[in-house]
């Protein structure tokens, strides 16, 4: 019991000394003046301006000046000040673990992993993550109570997926599948679930909700990383997916969806799916259809190139990667021409040095949008889809991903203006001065 008790202490001071640059009381004030502010929307910033920030909300922001004499003030010398970053479509639990070790390892060892990962992401800038797959729910509340530092967490718990679909990771040889036999250990732990016909499914979507799920994930579509599912199979009949799409409703929050092709993704969308993950393969018809739904597009910028995500070599996982990012241009100039509501998620898997690239990813969408809309999609745009989860967020106190009185206190400061020079997102390190959440300071290099 003693060599129990001093394990634990020593976790306990492990996991405490982490925690921000600068720890504030809950009625602390932070007053960052001289900044010109990228609200998150606008096309133009407003210039020589001063925010308050008390707690962790925005209380004020002027451009004439702000007193408040007993706050800590932090001249922002003419940088710019932007929302925090969002990436809409991030695994905690796998970005950061290779390959072989993240089908083999347990789920402590993929959440400790995680944890230092998001750790990282926040000093990326990255200050929420939409989590679409995976248990990560104590990674969540860890995160919360200051535990560990890392991005707020939207939860979607287990990715939920048909027999043969997506992220059913049990052996081609599992048949039949016995409902007396026990689940295989992705299943156990939480990350993912298989369900097969409308009772099924509305259990196993009550049940992620019950878990904490913020939002819903399905598979309506083959994937790349799944070992036996094609990129043009169709998952989930429509009755499944509303299904899901109803249990969501029934908690006030919505469904998101893995999919690719026109098929599954018009079904998903006449079933009232909100958010369609990747539609890489997607025509200017379907494209059309996520517009009139008022549905989101969250999209990756991935390419065959040198940021691809490392599948080996001839394996058919490799194969259908090559065929997705062929899509990409394609689908990003359609969307963009269609005006469809498009926000930025890197699905980064099995490669902690591509996780390190977050920001890069965001700078590739230069390729196809101006400065103004790529930092929508990883701010306001983003934020709006968060909303979706209504009561269900566990941020209910204001929004996400834009400067304004009684938002949430979530900035970057940036050493220079980026919406003239995008690149200036791909390299943290040198050119993000100050970054807060919550209205604690996590990094500071102004004072």
Do not use: C
Request: aromatic share 6%; charged share 20%; glycine share 8%.
């Amino acid at each position: 019991m003693e060599v129990h008790a001093l394990f634990l202490a020593v976790l306990t001071s492990v996991a405490l000394s982490t925690g921000p640059a600068f720890a504030g009381e809950t009625n602390k004030q932070v007053l960052l003046s001289n900044v010109h502010i990228f609200n998150g929307e606008s096309e133009e910033r407003t210039m020589n301006a001063n925010l308050l920030v008390e707690g962790n909300l925005i209380k004020k922001i002027s451009t004439e000046k702000i007193i408040a004499e007993e706050a800590l003030v932090i001249d922002g010398g003419g940088r710019t000040l932007m929302p925090g970053l969002i990436d809409m479509h991030w695994h905690s639990a796998y970005a950061n673990i290779p390959m072989q070790k993240g089908l083999t390892s347990d789920h402590a060892y993929h959440l400790l992993i995680g944890a230092k990962g998001n750790t990282k992401a926040l000093l990326r800038g990255f200050t929420t993550v939409r989590d679409v797959g995976g248990n990560v729910f104590s990674l969540a509340t860890l995160t919360d109570s200051g535990i560990y530092d890392g991005p707020r967490i939207f939860p979607s718990g287990p990715a939920i997926s048909q027999t043969s679909g997506h992220t059913d990771f049990r052996p081609s040889t599992s048949v039949p599948a016995d409902s007396d036999m026990p689940l295989v250990y992705m299943e156990r732990i939480g990350h993912v679930i298989v369900a097969d016909g409308v009772p099924e499914v509305l259990k196993r979507t009550r049940e992620a909700l019950r878990m904490g799920a913020t939002q819903i994930k399905i598979n309506s579509g083959g994937g790349v990383s799944s070992s036996f599912d094609p990129l043009d199979v169709t998952q989930f009949t429509i009755a499944e997916t509303r299904a899901a799409v109803d249990a969501a409703a029934d908690w006030n929050t919505y469904v998101a969806t893995h999919t690719f092709t026109d098929e599954a993704t018009q079904r998903a969308l006449e079933a009232g799916v909100m958010s369609i993950e990747h539609g890489h393969l997607l025509s200017e018809k379907t494209l059309k259809l996520i517009k009139e739904k008022g549905a989101f597009l969250s999209m990756q910028p991935i390419l065959d190139d040198e940021d691809a995500i490392p599948f080996p070599e001839g394996s058919f996982s490799r194969q259908k990667y090559i065929e997705v990012t062929k899509g990409t241009d394609n689908v990003y100039r359609l969307a963009k021409k269609i005006g469809v509501k498009t926000v930025f998620g890197t699905d980064t898997l099995f490669d902690p040095t591509l996780a390190e690239k977050q920001g890069k990813q965001l700078a590739k969408l230069g390729r196809w949008y101006t400065p103004v809309e790529v930092l929508r999609q990883a701010t306001s745009t983003a934020g709006e889809l968060l909303a979706l989860s209504g009561p269900r967020s566990p941020y209910p106190q204001g929004p996400l991903g834009v400067i304004k009185e009684g938002a949430y206190a979530d900035l970057i400061l940036v050493n220079g203006n980026p919406l003239e020079d995008l690149n200036l997102v791909a390299n943290p390190v040198e050119n993000f001065d100050l970054i807060m959440k919550d209205g604690e300071v996590y990094k500071n290099e102004i004072q």
